[in-house]
C-alpha cells in the first residue's frame, strides 16, 4: 500500500471510498506536534473540493488509471463521440465528463481518455494547446493599437476566446485549453 511520501499533483486516490484528484498537498510539521500531510482533493463525481489533513506516513489507495488516446469524432448534443484508432472501437463520453476543455476539441484530434477498473470512464484529457482558426471577429478601431486592447473572436469549434486586437478573421491561434487563454498567432 502506498503512503503520503508516494503523493503526487494530480494523482487518482481513493479517498473515503470516493475517487478524489490530488490538487496540491504538503508537508507540514507544527513545531511538537506530529507531522501532518495537507491535501486538497478534488471529487471526481461531484467537482466539489476539499481540504483534509492526514498524519505523514498515513496509507492511501491510490487508483491505477490508464491513458488510451483516441480520436474525437463528432459531437451531438451533450454527447461526445471518440474512437480507438487502433480497435475502432467507439465511446459517448457526456460534456460534463470533459470540462470546459470541450470547448476547444476538433473533429478528427487525439484526446487522452482515463480509464479505471475495467474501462470505466473517469475523465478526458484534450491536448494541452490547440490550433484553431478564427471564424468571427470585429474589426479594430483605428488607434486602439497603441495600448494592450483585447477583442472576443469565434473559433472554428465555436469558443469565444479574448485575443490581441490585430487577429483577423482567417488567422489561426493557439489557445492553452487548460485556461483558455491566448498564447499566440500561427502563420
Do not use: C
Not at 46 to 56: F, L, N, P, Q, S
Not at 79 to 106: C, N, R, S, W
Amino acid at each position: 500500500m502506498a503512503t503520503t511520501s508516494d503523493l503526487r499533483t494530480n494523482m487518482i486516490i481513493r479517498y473515503n471510498g470516493q475517487l478524489h484528484r490530488v490538487m496540491e498537498f504538503y508537508h507540514h510539521a507544527p513545531g511538537n506536534w506530529r507531522a501532518m500531510v495537507i491535501m486538497k482533493l478534488k471529487n471526481i463525481e461531484t467537482g466539489k473540493t476539499i481540504e483534509e489533513r492526514v498524519r505523514a506516513g498515513s496509507e492511501i489507495e491510490i487508483v491505477r488509471v490508464e491513458k488510451r488516446p483516441m480520436q474525437f469524432l463528432y459531437r451531438e448534443g451533450d454527447v461526445y463521440h471518440f474512437m480507438d484508432t487502433e480497435t475502432f472501437e467507439q465511446i459517448e463520453v457526456a460534456e460534463d465528463m470533459i470540462g470546459a476543455p470541450a470547448k476547444f476539441l476538433k473533429e478528427n484530434e487525439m484526446a487522452d481518455i482515463l480509464f479505471y477498473d475495467d474501462n470505466k470512464i473517469l475523465g478526458v484529457e484534450p491536448p494541452l494547446f490547440v490550433t484553431l482558426q478564427v471564424t468571427e471577429a470585429s474589426v479594430a478601431v483605428r488607434g486602439d493599437t497603441a495600448t494592450n486592447v483585447n477583442k472576443q473572436v469565434t473559433l472554428e469549434t465555436g469558443a469565444v476566446v479574448s485575443v490581441p486586437a490585430f487577429v483577423n478573421q482567417g488567422d489561426y491561434v493557439r489557445i492553452d485549453t487548460r485556461t483558455g487563454e491566448y498564447i499566440e498567432r500561427i502563420k
